[in-house]
């Protein structure tokens, strides 16, 4: 026989019961927020020092119509923001926010996130234009338009659906599905981090100095000193290093090469060195232009072999650009075999320095990202460059261990380069957009996590079991989390941040969900059981 009874639930505040109404619905407002600010604002790279007040930045927008570069991204801005007009638009409804006043407020609203952005926009390395933030807004106007006349059918349609799937899921199916989550949190982390692996480097590739190896890639300037070490230096060593030049912080068995190329002078012979075009050796150095550059065989100097066995390597470089218009980049120190196969490359773009890092992430050519550390070539006084990876933090130091730069290829970087907006493939060297990064990455992996938890819990209640492990599964999977990061080679303190951001996450699905769809198919439920 077949009994029907209600399910029981606790009384909920009038708080409560509003939120139970709006509450995934600002859970897709938000996300999808955030997902505008993902897609226009990547990498993060913001530079404001020195940069134009807001209000020159303004003047400085594109205001370009019918180029086919701003036409060609109209179709993309639309669509990006017609959730954002359509979810704005139904909460005001929900809200009981007059029809008029409401589409008031969902146009400004678009408005105000499309020139947030593209204000933004500016500080990166990046493209702001007018057309770009009328396509914003315009897309924010269609779906105000489209929850006008389909909104409560598609909602009808979208609950329906997923209170179907929810019904027709038993319990152990989602406890198997926060198991599994649970487990894939580490391998994924794991996988990541390996990217970060100079394991992939070729140990045939030569040094070059001042060009490429097909001749197309010149740099116009002096190198007097190179130094390469297969580890990357200590902060105390850095400093040292810069205190004084004479001391030999490289010492010991993880040296590689010192080129002091003042020591050296014309005609001197060095085994295993090309002199393509006769550069010059004298007194300040050695002098590269157009076809006169160095090749260093790798059976002479097989750097790319010592450095593959440890991941990690500091380049220490001094030199003298010739002109701050220099393009390709023009190749000041590189381990290559073409303009697109390389292990390492710090190059000069202009006034920037650029390097390419090949990993398991980057490819052959290094280059996605490519890393640039702005205005380094904008004078032409000597400079004193310190380029150090350690496996997980490349760090680029520019005359002293307090001008520095940083990225960090860890694993909650790694997972968004891989797939990055089109058409970003450089990125400046700031050590503020880990922590963005890191954020992103917590939020996709524990969001779902406590939506699966949670989802668990309640189907286990509407089949009569009580149940307190989801909790706990969705716990272990933060500290999982944590000793993935650490096999990785993260800081203590960093991983513990980190796990601060998947307990936040943990408790803000928790607090959405009781909201979601789910809830309000529970509400509208009858328990069944059989007697």
């Known amino acids: ?64 119509i019918t180029a086919p570069y701003v036409i060609q991204d109209i179709p993309g801005n639309i669509l990006l923001f017609i959730p954002f007009g359509f979810f704005c638009a139904l909460l005001l409804d929900r809200l009981t926010v007059r029809r008029g006043l409401a589409s008031c407020v969902v146009l400004a609203a678009g408005f105000l996130l499309s020139f947030s952005v593209e204000l933004l926009q500016f500080y990166l390395l990046r493209f702001s234009a007018w057309m770009d933030l ?30 179907k799937i929810f019904r027709q899921i038993p319990a152990a199916g989602f406890a198997a599905l926060l198991v599994l989550w649970t487990g894939f949190i580490p391998i994924l982390t794991l996988t990541l981090a390996d990217r970060s692996s100079l394991k992939s480097w070729d140990p045939a590739y030569p040094l070059l100095v001042g060009n490429e190896q097909t001749g197309d890639r010149p740099w116009q300037g002096v190198v007097s000193e190179i130094w390469i070490a297969a580890r990357a230096l200590k902060e105390s060593e850095v400093k040292a290093y810069f205190s004084d030049p004479d001391r030999d912080v490289f010492s010991g068995s993880s040296l590689i090469a010192n080129l002091a190329f003042t020591t050296f002078t014309d005609g001197t012979a060095q085994g295993g060195w090309i002199l393509h075009g006769s550069p010059q050796l004298g007194e300040y ?85 490519e890393y640039i550390v702005p205005g380094v070539f904008s004078s032409s006084t000597p400079r004193r460059i310190l380029i150090a990876f350690n496996g997980n933090d490349l760090r680029v130091y520019l005359d002293g261990p307090h001008n520095a730069y940083a990225f960090a290829s860890i694993p909650q970087v790694n997972f968004f380069w891989i797939f990055p907006p089109a058409g970003v493939t450089r990125v400046r060297l700031n050590s503020q957009a880990v922590y963005i990064y890191r954020l992103l990455y917590a939020g996709l992996l524990f969001l779902p996590a406590g939506f699966i938890s949670t989802a668990a819990r309640r189907r286990a209640i509407l089949s009569g079991v009580k149940v307190n492990w989801t909790a706990t599964c969705a716990l272990i999977s933060t500290l999982l989390y944590g000793a993935a990061l650490l096999f990785g080679g993260q800081e203590p303190g960093r991983v513990l941040l980190d796990i601060i951001f998947s307990l936040l996450f943990l408790r803000i699905a928790a607090w959405f969900a009781p909201k979601s769809g789910h809830d309000i198919v529970l509400q509208n439920t009858v328990g069944r059981s059989a007697v």
Request: proline residues 6%; negative net charge; hydrophobic residues 45%.
């Open 1 to 64: 026989m077949i009994v029907e009874r209600p399910l029981q639930t606790r009384p909920r505040s009038g708080y409560e019961q509003e939120g139970a109404k709006h509450g995934i619905f600002w859970f897709f407002l938000l996300a999808n927020a955030a997902l505008i600010l993902y897609l226009t604002l990547f990498p993060f790279d913001f530079v404001f020092a020195d940069a134009p007040h807001p209000v020159e930045a303004v003047q400085h927008f594109n205001s370009e």
């Open 134 to 163: 009328a396509a914003n807004a315009a897309g924010a106007g269609a779906g105000l338009l489209i929850y006008r006349l389909l909104g409560e059918r598609l909602l009808e349609w979208a609950f329906n659906w997923t209170g």
């Open 285 to 369: 150095g050695l002098h590269t232009a157009g076809d006169a550059w160095l090749e260093i065989d790798p059976a002479a100097l097989p750097a790319s072999s010592r450095i593959i066995e440890t991941s990690a390597f500091t380049i220490g470089i001094t030199l003298t650009s010739a002109a701050a218009e220099q393009w390709g980049p023009a190749r000041i120190l590189s381990l290559s075999a073409s303009p697109y196969q390389r292990n390492f490359t710090a190059g000069q773009e202009g006034a920037d320095l650029v390097i390419r890092l090949r990993n398991g992430l980057s490819g052959e050519n290094g280059s996605r990202p």
